[in-house]
């Protein structure tokens, strides 16, 4: 008896990355997103190496969109979008690919000219100072962008290299399983070029945790970069607010220590300049799993002054009178105006 298996046909999405001059970029994070030809939600992430970006594995499917999550160090982040499709080949034994367009392009940020570079670093542990690898960290600039990312080594190091030179807030955005995320305020600044600098604190200790954690990082859905002074607002299972958490500089709210159960949350204030998104956010919570989002917030296009109330209101009405009936007068002056003419 002969037993064969089909195999999924599967491609490989490329792209050229480079500065505006050509010069060949590495690191960056890219996502790509989209659905396969059978319905199914496809997220692929790569990152640039030696100016080149690879998705391997990506499944047959059409109108696969890649983006720029993450710029490389010393880069503004690129809001071009690349569309690709994965396809069968003529003989339906492999698959083709395609991406439009072919290189994404960065320009450099002013504040970091050739060659003025730094590298920071820090040092991950738990409450016993044993050292802890896997806990995710995020570099953002003084503009509230985030530059770069990287993780805790199994010596429990956190090295973020080719840092331009400025001063920068570090921000624990995934604590390793069954620790919660750390709320320290971490910053560092990089002052001369080839120096390698310790954050302040360089130790950053996770403590372990039975509950659950909600963590919600607070981005411009415009610029991509991160917002604070979003409230958000945890409710339980029978729509009671039971907590409230305030994004930090770093654009972090975090809820922990929760018992198992079902919990939303909605944004209940949004920062300056701009509208509070309107999804809820639903979470089944299990002991000591952390459950991550990321919510974007529309710029406010017009910003009216806020009415308190019922002199608010009184205000509101009054002023709509006041412009009606200089609307009458004026109408009452151009008939008489014609009524003479007519005369």
């Known amino acids: 008896v002969l037993e064969t298996t089909d195999q999924k046909a599967m491609g490989e999405i490329g792209f050229n990355k480079t500065s505006t001059v050509g010069r060949p970029l590495d690191g960056g994070e890219f996502e790509l997103t ?36 993450v710029p490389p160090s010393g880069y503004y982040r690129t809001d071009t979008e690349l569309v690709a499709y994965v396809r069968y080949n003529g003989g339906r034994t492999g698959a083709v690919t395609g991406v439009t367009p072919d290189t994404l392009t960065n320009e450099p940020t002013p504040s970091a000219p050739s060659g003025k570079y730094g590298s920071i670093s820090l040092r991950k542990t738990d409450a016993a100072g044993a050292p802890l690898s ?5 570099l953002i600039d003084s503009a509230g962008s985030i530059i770069q990312r990287a ?52 130790t950053v200790v996770n403590n372990r945790t039975e509950g659950a954690a909600i963590h919600i990082t ?20 029978a ?24 919990y939303t949350v909605k944004e209940t204030d949004a920062p300056d300049g701009y509208i509070a998104a309107g999804k809820t956010l639903s979470v089944t919570a299990q002991s000591r799993a952390l459950y991550p989002f990321t919510v974007e917030n529309d710029p406010a296009l017009l910003n009216p ?36 003419a007519n005369r």
């Open 34 to 69: 989209g659905t396969d030809y059978a319905g199914n939600p496809v997220l692929k992430t790569a990152s640039a190496v030696n100016g080149a970006v690879t998705f391997t594995g990506v499944p047959l499917g059409e109108g696969y969109v890649i983006r720029e999550t």
């Open 134 to 138: 896997g806990a995710e960290f995020v």
């Open 151 to 202: 993780v805790s080594q199994d010596s429990g190091l956190v090295l973020f290299t080719d840092v331009p030179l400025g001063a920068y807030t570090i921000r624990e955005s995934k604590a390793p399983a069954g620790y919660a995320p750390s709320a320290a305020a971490i910053t560092a600044a990089v002052k001369t070029a080839g120096s390698s600098v310790h954050a302040s604190p360089y």
């Open 218 to 237: 607070k981005i411009s859905s415009v610029t991509g970069e991160v917002l604070a002074g979003a409230e958000f607002t945890l409710y339980d299972a």
């Open 239 to 262: 729509g009671k607010a039971v907590r409230k958490a305030v994004t930090d500089i770093g654009g972090a709210a975090l809820f922990a220590d929760l018992a198992p159960g079902v």
């Open 305 to 340: 002054p806020k009415t308190d109330g019922i002199s608010g209101i009184l205000g509101s009405l009054a002023l709509g009178a006041a412009l009606l009936g200089a609307a009458a007068v004026l109408a009452g002056k151009r008939r008489r105006g014609r009524g003479a």
